[in-house]
């Protein structure tokens, strides 16, 4: 399907209030019949929905839910974070490429505060809800999911980038989401456009280099940033991230194998790890 469709993103909603109702009643491992009632559809109706948003049946979908599987994941994954040379990364797993230009800004757009810099935005589709996209003629520079209303999504957008000149195309954001959420495998690449302090950017480009379906720790991911007892630092890092998805600090977990918080929805969460997961194993 794609992501353009707004069903697509209709679909996710049915989708996270089932994760909603999965994680209150794990202990229980609720049946897809009683999943079917508490979100209000019928048993074929949520198989069907499973199978088309997420390419697998809901009883498959939900072991990537649990604990024993993330905790797995996790054991698994203290080489995936090798760091290839350059900013880029290239992986067979992977469904992009991803550039990281930390700033991408001359000296004197910085100095000026971005004043009159041009970016463009615009709410469009994805498989995980309604979002916002800018971006710059150097690359993207923000992305978020939809937490409040359009208003309340740009003034974050805006207070991010005081001085600059802005401009709607919702249109071409659905493009741009096609590029991060491609419907076939096929390779492309996403320049991304970073503003932060260098510990922060050390961090998100360690995490861009975790592969497409696998998870890290806190303190994985702080050895590999160089700084193996700066854990707090490296969730302050992972906060201040205004790229989600493609800066994916929905792929960091605790050591215990719970998902923990996300700013974007807990549910969001897990439902993009178990979406990643179904695809990384298919």
């Known amino acids: 399907m794609r992501p ?45 929905l499973f199978a088309e948003w997420a390419g697998i049946s809901p009883k498959r979908f ?13 054991m698994s994954s203290h080489d995936v974070l090798t760091v290839t040379e350059g900013a880029g990364l290239s992986s067979t797993s992977r469904l992009h490429d991803l550039m990281v230009t930390c700033e991408a800004m001359t000296p004197g757009e910085i100095k000026a505060g971005y004043a009159g810099m041009e970016i463009i935005y615009g709410f469009a589709f994805s498989p995980f809800g309604e979002a916002i996209v800018a971006w710059t003629k150097r690359g993207i520079c923000h992305f978020a999911f939809s937490m409040a209303n359009h208003e309340a999504m740009l003034a974050e957008l805006v207070s991010y980038w005081p001085n600059a000149r802005f401009s709607q195309d919702d249109s071409q954001a659905q493009h741009r989401l096609q590029d991060i959420f491609p419907t076939t495998p096929s390779r492309g690449r996403v320049h991304l456009v970073l503003r932060g302090t260098n510990f922060q950017i050390k961090v998100w480009e360690a995490l861009v280099h975790t592969d497409f379906g696998r998870v890290t720790s806190y303190q994985q991911l702080a050895e590999r940033a160089g700084c193996p007892r700066a854990q707090r630092a490296v969730g ?47």
């Open 4 to 48: 353009d469709n707004p069903e697509q993103a209709r679909q996710y909603v049915l989708v996270a209030r089932a994760i909603s109702f999965i994680q209150d009643n794990a202990k229980q491992q609720p049946s897809l019949e009683q999943v079917a009632v508490a979100t209000h559809v019928s048993p074929f109706h949520l198989q069907r």
């Open 62 to 74: 939900l072991q990537y839910l649990t604990k024993e599987y993330a905790k797995q994941k996790l």
């Open 236 to 282: 302050t890092a992972l906060a201040a991230n205004h790229i989600g998805y493609l800066i994916p600090c929905h792929r960091v977990i605790r050591e215990s194998g719970d998902a923990g918080s996300y700013r974007w929805g807990a549910e969001r969460k897990l439902a993009m790890l178990a979406w990643e997961a179904a695809r990384a194993n298919q």
